[in-house]
């Protein structure tokens, strides 16, 4: 835009409006990804993907939690018997 003494200024307005993020198409979306600038892409939904339907048709895997709790061993790096005051009180223990 040009100001009164003929500069040219560029006026920040916003590319989409509130209203029309709101009433986006169901097959629209706004993808905001770090610091690069925001896409408006169209996707398809998974479930009207063969591809991605068919995934959805495996049978959960049932997963045992099975966590052992080790003991844990500190070693020695210290090369010349130095220590400082809170490895000694480690080394106490």
Do not use: C, W
Not at 22 to 35: Q, S
């Amino acid at each position: 835009m040009l100001d009164e003494t003929g500069q040219l200024h560029h006026v920040k307005e916003p590319i989409l409006s509130n209203a029309e993020i709101r009433t986006m198409k169901d097959n629209e979306v706004l993808l905001i990804y770090g610091n690069k600038l925001p896409l408006k892409i169209k996707v398809k939904p998974y479930y009207k993907d063969f591809l991605l339907n068919s995934y959805t048709k495996y049978k959960t895997v049932k997963k045992e939690a099975t966590m052992s709790r080790k003991a844990i061993e500190y070693i020695d790096i210290n090369v010349g018997g130095y220590y400082t005051p809170i490895e000694k009180t480690r080394r106490e223990t």
